[in-house]
């Protein structure tokens, strides 16, 4: 028992997986495009929507092989063709990705189903070489699956946005499935040290979409010293981002604990999602294409998403003598809406602001860690 646990504490991510992630990076990167269209001085309802739509599938593809590999994986011949094959999936999706969606729904599906059906078979392909607790968590993700592919797969019989409703659809059960099934998977737990690396890898992917940022800063304009300012602040905000989020990872977590590893699965969900909101508020920041206020309310709002989501993941993962109190949680809260108030009555430059939120994170950091 003891050989066991010590080898699922040293598991580690293989090189096949890190490049598994780097074809993720395209489509992660259309994702967040969406999110700079602005029409009439705001991002439109619509934008907003799809911007969640076409991340939420991407995100679930890359979390249903992680976790497989997490539970399951080897670094063995049969195990590489899944991935190889999936890769060739993950193609075909990001190709497809993109605002019109009826023009590239055919293999933007085919892509979908085919990634998570490959996932589905390799449980079934394993479970017959588990045993106990491992054999019924490995049949039941297996067969369940299914059920949201054959919804999902259906809309194929279906026009305008019945069509989307029942794609959706799919995909929500297909989420909820692992939530549904948390008894019996809590009892065949997550390796917490391998998926929480495998996810600040991805965290690095869309850190890295916040450096395109302020490249994309520098190079929209003639260097002037207001442009370097800003640049020079967001960097310091990213490097602020980062420092919070891995010194939180390597120090303050809990890698031994054993759960499901729901937490960090959902909660990373909405990390992301407001990673890529503060990426894509840094270039509209710069180029002021928003309305003043739609602009403070956007950026402060992703920035409270990510405040929530990492202050939610981390407490529960956190020792339990280094937990952070309510105290702390309303001295950020205070200082996060004492920025937007000043704000509002005072229209400050975009440099400010984003100084503002440099403080935040700094300030958030030295809580933290």
């Given at each position: ?161 019945i069509r989307y409703a029942v ?73 602020a981002m980062w420092w919070q ?125």
């Amino acid at each position: 028992m003891k050989q066991k646990f010590s080898a699922l504490i040293e598991k580690k991510v293989t090189w096949l997986e890190l490049f598994y992630d780097l074809l993720f990076v395209a489509a992660v990167s259309k994702a967040s495009h969406v999110l700079l269209h602005v029409d009439d001085g705001i991002i439109p309802t619509e934008y907003l929507l799809k911007f969640v739509l076409i991340f939420v599938p991407i995100w679930w593809a890359w979390v249903g092989q992680s976790l497989f590999v997490n539970r399951y994986g080897q670094d063995i011949l049969s195990h590489r063709v899944f991935l190889i094959l999936q890769l060739f999936f993950v193609l075909i999706m990001t190709a497809s990705l993109s605002v019109d969606f009826d023009q590239y729904y055919v293999p933007f599906l085919i892509g979908y189903i085919g990634l998570r059906a490959m996932t589905a078979i390799q449980y079934l392909s394993v479970h017959k070489k588990e045993d106990a607790h491992r054999r019924d968590t490995a049949r039941y993700l297996g067969s369940r699956f299914w059920i949201g592919l054959a919804i999902s797969a259906l809309s194929l019989f279906f026009d305008s946005w019945i069509r989307y409703a029942v794609l959706y659809t799919g995909i929500i059960v297909d989420i909820l499935l692992p939530l549904i099934g948390r008894k019996l998977l809590v009892k065949s737990p997550i390796n917490t040290h391998h998926l929480l690396e495998r996810f600040s890898l991805f965290t690095l992917i869309l850190l890295g979409e916040s450096v395109i940022s302020i490249l994309a800063v520098l190079q929209s304009s003639a260097w002037t010293w207001e442009s370097i300012l800003f640049a020079a602040l967001t960097f310091m905000l990213i490097i602020a981002m980062w420092w919070q989020y891995f010194d939180n990872v390597e120090k303050k977590v809990n890698k031994a604990l054993e759960t499901a590893g729901q937490t960090i699965i959902y909660g990373h969900l909405f990390i992301y999602l407001s990673m890529c909101m503060i990426a894509a508020s840094i270039q509209l920041l710069f180029l002021q294409q928003l309305s003043y206020s739609f602009m403070l309310f956007f950026i402060f709002g992703s920035v409270l998403l990510y405040f929530f989501s990492t202050t939610l993941v981390f407490h529960k993962y956190r020792h339990i003598d280094q937990r952070l109190g309510v105290q702390h949680l309303i001295f950020m809260l205070s200082l996060l809406c004492l920025f937007l108030l000043l704000n509002l009555f005072v229209v400050v430059p975009n440099y400010v602001i984003i100084g503002e939120l440099m403080i935040f994170f700094a300030v958030y950091t030295k809580v933290t860690t």
